[in-house]
């Protein structure tokens, strides 16, 4: 039997598009920003860059999103830092540790297997670190599901 990991999340889902298709949706920085809920247009993700935009979902539309691509190698990988659920706009969260976010692209008979992974809980203030943790757990499972019907399109 395993424990739950309070560090880190993963997610999987196999998406029935190509991994093409698939590694535009994540790299492209305003398709992925239509599907995450960020408004990126006239942004453009590469390794290194702090890219931000405001979120366009429901109820955190008075948010900027913000975050440090680290790593683009294509159709295969990409990941970024940010500061995890930093939705309080009277805190500043750039004191904070960052987590690490990273998207994996693999070749699956159905399409592309897309795995991501949260990692770096562990560093966040213990204040806040449940709370965080728990709400992206949950924001994942959605995006994962935007994602897939981005895609789907």
Do not use: C
Not at 12 to 22: D, E, F, G, S, Y
Not at 78 to 90: I, N
């Amino acid at each position: 039997m395993t424990t739950p990991s309070t560090d880190r999340i993963e997610k999987q889902i196999v998406l029935r598009a190509p991994r093409a298709k698939v590694w535009r949706a994540l790299a492209d920085a305003p398709q992925f920003g239509s599907w995450f809920g960020v408004d990126l247009k006239g942004v453009s993700f590469a390794p290194g860059a702090r890219v931000r935009g405001k979120i366009t979902h429901p109820g955190y539309e008075h948010l900027t999103w913000e975050a440090v691509i680290e790593r683009m190698e294509a159709e295969r990988l990409l990941s970024f830092r940010w500061h995890p659920y930093a939705v309080d706009p009277r805190v500043d969260y750039s004191k904070e540790p960052t987590t690490l976010v990273v998207f994996e692209l693999k070749d699956a008979p159905e399409g592309t297997l897309l795995t991501l992974v949260e990692s770096g809980f562990d560093q966040i203030p213990l204040s806040r670190r449940a709370e965080a943790f728990r709400m992206n757990d949950q924001g994942w499972a959605a995006q994962m599901a935007n994602i897939e019907r981005h895609v789907a399109r």
